[in-house]
């Protein structure tokens, strides 16, 4: 830099310390960011432990897809994304470490700042940082993705970042968010994982629009051979920027990732036995219980392992659709969960292997398992009798039955309380005091639920309900969706280990009528509001466990949704030629970003032979 230069920076950065007196006294810039403020590793630190930092590059994973995929434009609301093209093709400001419960470290940003009051968060970007064309990423790249994802993007990102005011690059290597006056304890690390894209590429290319065009991005792969809608390859960057960055050293090894769809379920598995793809989570009970009686399993070459799950389970379940009239008086959703029979459902169909959800932050301390504390009633108390009365006494749990299939008891309480909602069977169907039925509609978009749904329909029907299933094709199904045009779908809704923002999308009032939010059944409820606001200004961890709970007690109570099961495990299974560092992430399975392909184990397997089998492997259903 010359004389001039330097002259001019030092000006500038003079008046920048005239100009925002707190960027320089109050702000020291860190290598990484959390919710609470603790950092597992210290500056300089080399790798994340759960990685090997001398994993060999190499070799092909390849994964199933379901259905299929519209675009690979994975934020905007329009099209149905590939799965893995953000998290593959898109480096963030700062990378989550996965053994800690919500810290980041420097990727793009190489350092953060933030002040004392915390009423602004500024990144730092590394200078090495690049495009995959070569190009360097800067501060006004990250001020324009910010605003094409809050104007353009899909409405999470609205939703996220509400709280923000304005984003500035005051440096061509610093961008600075500044916060709306509050309390925002969520927000710079949401800021942390935000995706970096280019300026000057979108400056040609619509962002609005879904597209199989290759974007110019900056993360560990690119985009390689694909068929719209059917297969997708990712090839791993060979000069990619941050390859030996802490952050990313011994992760992502695969030279190619690859992404097959298939439209039907069975298709899929029987596919998986005959290595069309190499690795799969099993989701369906019969089939891990029953179906991996097969010879690549029998003769060790394909490997079964049941990995511990130490993340929220979060909440599979029958959401209802509260916008409809008939789901807004409570007896009627209560009286709808008691014919739901989960005890027969899970012996007879799943094979015993899953547990009841209980909780919206079930699998986890935040779940609300026991009574409710004196600090819990202190943050409850103010909305007693707007809320049932059991949020103060009794853990939440659904109905149980002896898992005969005979439900006359539940059945019974349940016209009980559609009785006492004003309903009257009549000619074998419940009729309101108009005279019209109680019908519902269960929208699918494939099959497979069918036969749990069944049996459900069967007992709504002896309670005089009249209720169907529609199956409609993807795209119908995410617009109907969308437009809450249904009765109940069947949603999971992910949860962190550190809840915060996200509450506000899923079950906050002012999202209920939002399209693309997470609120699909439309939560309006004062009480909720109230306290995922607790959430999200908690200032310690204890504090944040008790504003769950509470908040977990109220929406459980007052049955917005028919809960499901949970397992609190990964069943998996892959083709033994793989090799994984000795200890995992504790709340990833890391299959994607730490195994590595082993060409040693693959020449066995092309010659039939098992290579040995790792510590955790399940024995041959075949030798009993």
């Known amino acids: 830099m010359n004389r001039l230069a330097l002259s001019i920076a030092a000006i500038a950065v003079c008046s920048l310390a005239l100009t925002v007196p707190a960027d320089a ?8 960011i959390s919710v609470f403020g603790d950092l597992k590793y210290p500056a300089g630190f080399s790798h994340f432990g759960y990685v090997n930092p001398n994993a060999p590059k190499g070799g092909t994973l390849k994964v199933p897809g379901l259905d299929t995929f519209e675009s690979i434009h994975p934020f905007i609301l329009k099209g149905r994304k590939e799965v893995l093209a953000e998290g593959l093709l898109f480096d963030t400001l700062m990378a989550r470490s996965f053994d800690e419960p919500d810290s980041y470290y420097g990727l793009v940003a190489k350092t953060v700042e933030q002040p004392a ?3 602004w968060v500024a990144f730092n970007i590394d200078p090495r940082a690049k495009f995959h064309d070569g190009t360097s990423i800067t501060a006004e790249d990250i001020v324009f993705t910010f605003n094409a994802l809050t104007k353009d993007g899909h409405p999470r990102y609205r939703i996220n970042f509400r709280d923000v005011d304005r984003a500035e690059a005051t440096s061509p290597s610093r961008v600075k968010f500044t916060f709306k006056p509050g309390t925002h304890r969520d927000l710079p690390t949401r800021l942390a994982s935000l995706p970096v894209l280019s300026k000057t590429y979108y400056d040609k290319v619509d962002f609005k629009k879904t597209t199989f065009d290759a974007p110019l991005a900056s993360g560990p792969y690119r985009i390689g051979k694909f068929e719209p809608g059917r297969s997708i390859t990712y090839s791993r960057v060979e000069n990619y920027w941050a390859k030996d960055l802490p952050v990313i050293r011994g992760r992502y090894n695969f030279n190619e990732i690859t992404v097959d769809y298939y439209r039907d379920r069975e298709i899929m598995f029987q596919a998986f036995f005959s290595q069309q793809y190499d690795f799969r989570e099993d989701f369906t009970s019969r089939q891990w219980a029953t179906q991996y009686d097969k010879p690549p399993v029998n003769n060790g070459l394909v490997i079964r392992e049941v990995l511990p799950d130490e993340t929220p389970s979060g909440v599979q379940a029958f959401i209802l659709n509260l916008r409809r009239e008939k789901f807004q008086d409570i007896r009627v959703r209560t009286a709808i969960d008691m014919a739901f029979d989960f005890e027969w459902t899970n012996k007879t169909l799943f094979y015993s292997q899953y547990a009841r959800t209980n909780s919206m932050f079930e699998n986890s301390s935040l779940a609300a398992k026991a009574p409710p504390t004196a600090e819990e009633l202190v943050l409850l108390e103010p909305f007693r009798g707007k ?13 149980q039955s002896d898992g005969s299939g005979k439900l006359r008891s539940s059945l019974r309480k349940a016209s009980r309380l559609l009785k006492q909602a004003g309903y009257r069977v009549k000619d074998g169907v419940l009729t309101n005091a108009a005279g019209a039925p109680l019908e519902i509609e269960f929208l699918l978009f494939e099959a497979s639920f069918k036969r749990i749904i069944g049996p459900y329909i069967n007992n709504l029907k002896r309670l005089g309900i009249q209720a169907r299933i529609r199956i409609v094709d993807v795209a119908n199904f995410k617009r109907r969706q969308d437009t809450f045009d249904f009765d109940i ?4 809704i992910s949860q962190p280990l550190t809840p915060g923002l996200e509450q506000r999308n899923y079950f906050g ?4 009528g939002v399209q693309g939010a997470f609120n699909i059944g439309g939560v309006q409820n004062a009480a909720v509001d109230a306290l995922i606001e607790k959430v999200v200004t908690a200032k310690s961890r204890a504090g944040l466990t008790t504003a769950v709970r509470a908040l977990d007690r109220v929406i459980m109570w007052n049955r917005y949704a028919v809960m499901q099961w949970y397992k609190g495990a990964h069943n998996i299974a892959y083709w033994n030629k793989f090799n994984r560092p000795a200890k995992s992430p504790r709340y990833d399975m890391g299959v994607v970003d730490t195994w590595w392909f082993d060409p040693a184990k693959a020449r066995m397997i092309a010659d039939g032979i098992a290579p040995p089998p790792p510590p955790g492997a399940l024995p041959p259903p075949g030798n009993k």
């Open 509 to 512: 009032s002012e999202f209920a």
């Open 489 to 492: 779908v069947i949603r999971r």
């Open 387 to 399: 809320v049932p009365e059991e949020v103060f006494t009794t853990p939440f749990a659904s109905p």
């Open 25 to 32: 006294q109050n702000a020291v810039p860190r290598h990484g």
């Open 117 to 119: 009051d915390k009423s």
